[in-house]
């Protein structure tokens, strides 16, 4: 029997932590951290012997640096793209706490130890550990996702971590071609709803900033920096409108294009990317916004980097516009704007005159997607995670397709 006890994640969105015991071997898929109200998962125990992290997002890595602050020594697993990726948001998360003035959760030097621990592991690639072997495939999410394997005592545990099972201007669809997979933890974020067609989003997206830049306005994008800012370079690169890239999104891109393996046209958004200008500086963003031009910048929620400075100065303005392209947590800067047309943080608290629109570019799969992956791997038990309504949806899948499936809490442990 293998014990899989969920940490963080249960019947809900956010800080992803997955504690499987095989009985001679114990690992943790994810750590990470809820990051708008910083709440964290339970407390592991330290006699791990391995880390496995499936992607960048603070929500899945944001807490694997306070391991090594409470005293673990082992290794963490993670692919290069992620590696990269994730110590620029780990250190930014840093930051912000700094400037929140919390307690911190880990120190520099924590990263640092978690750095030097880290052991590179490529989609299609395998480590064995003790009687387990523990492998990742692609999972379609953002550049470097992963899912996780386990093979242990006969069983094959599959581990979703984040998945979009479809093909993105940016991303190829996550890998579906598992066999004997015994059981299933998979995320659930859309259990309830499917996802608007995706070229609809690219049209729509596209007309807006066209209707904008003609009537002389200004078209923002608040992105996040991790995914959603390369997809819509890539979206938008063609229309011979000017491209103003400001924020954390920069760095990231420039990360993203250190590994053309894990997206789909690398020349594309290298191409894309050198022709943007870059602000970086409030005397740069003045200066971007005297002409017509597409903005993309942090955050996607809206809460910090640039998009203050930019909200401050366009709000008034009616001939342009602002579009949210991806989800809004509650209690965000981001949704309490979505659902009152108000930008209120760090002291402004305005209205908005720009012209709205919501376009979800989810880097999540829905809920026809999720049900078809699991009527094709079959397996013995399905395990929801971060999801807002996994109760509803685990009740579903047991009685309309036959499937032993479960919505575990927090701190609750499930034996396969």
Known sequence: MIDI???GSGREVGRSAILLDTGSEKFMFDYGIEVQDGNVPVAPPLTLDGVFISHAHLDHSGLTPQLYSMGYEGLTFMTS??????????????????????????????????????????NGESVKIGKSKVSFESAGHIPGSSQV??????????????????????????????????????????????HPDRKGLEDRLRTVAQDTLYNDGILLLPAFAVGRTQELLLILKDMGFPIIMDGMGITITEKTLMHPETIRSPG??????????????????????QKPCIIITTSGMMNGGPIGYYMKHLHKR?????????????GTVGRIFKD??????DGIDVRSHMNFEFLDFSAHTDKNHLI??????????????????????????????????FAPSNGETISV
Do not use: W
């Open 372 to 405: 078809d992956f699991y009527k094709k791997l079959n397996p013995e038990k399905i395990i929801l995670v971060h999801g807002e309504f996994t109760e509803d949806f685990a009740r579903e899948l047991k009685e309309e397709h036959g499937f032993d499936a």
């Open 268 to 289: 594309a958004l290298a191409e894309a990317f050198g022709a943007a200008g870059k602000a970086r500086r409030d005397s740069q963003r003045a200066s971007v916004m």
């Open 81 to 122: 793209a992620t590696k990269n990726i994730s110590y620029e948001l780990l250190k930014d998360s840093l930051h912000v706490q700094k400037k929140k003035g919390v307690k911190p959760y880990y120190l520099p030097v924590h990263i640092n130890q978690m750095e030097e621990n880290t052991e590179t592991l490529e």
């Open 149 to 194: 394997m386990l093979e242990s005592h006969k069983n094959k545990i599959l581990y979703t971590g984040d998945v979009k099972f479809i093909d993105t201007k940016l991303m190829k669809g996550a890998e579906k071609n598992f066999e004997n997979i015994n059981t299933i933890i998979s995320e659930s974020t859309y259990s309830y709803a499917e």
């Open 5 to 7: 006890r969920v940490l």
């Open 318 to 330: 009616k001939e342009c516009s602002i579009v949210q392209t991806g989800f809004q947590v509650e």
């Open 340 to 345: 009152t047309g108000r930008y209120v943080n």
